[in-house]
């Protein structure tokens, strides 16, 4: 199964966060920009020199992967039983 999704709802979800705390372990990091009516333009990967995120946006990054795990969990089970 493969759907594909958006990568504003990637964003939305916290998982954009997620995988960016792991990658600035290594220096990386993926970035985004938008255009002037906040639509996604460009994504990709990038060489960072900085470390982990200020303390609100984990806070509101726990938050959103949290709120995505509560919605998300009993289907995420079942496509690991199929």
């Known amino acids: 199964m493969m759907i594909k ?9 916290g998982l954009l966060w997620w995988i960016n705390t792991i990658l600035h372990t290594f220096g990386w990091a993926i970035v985004y920009s938008c255009n002037s009516d906040g639509t996604i333009k460009d994504v990709y990967p990038a060489r960072v020199k900085f ?5 609100a ?10 709120k995505y795990m509560n919605e998300n969990a009993e289907q995420l089970l079942k496509e690991t039983q199929s």
């Open 51 to 55: 470390r982990g995120f200020h303390e």
């Open 5 to 13: 999704k958006t990568w504003q709802e990637f964003m939305d979800s």
């Open 57 to 66: 946006k984990n806070e509101e990054g726990y938050q959103k992967i949290s």
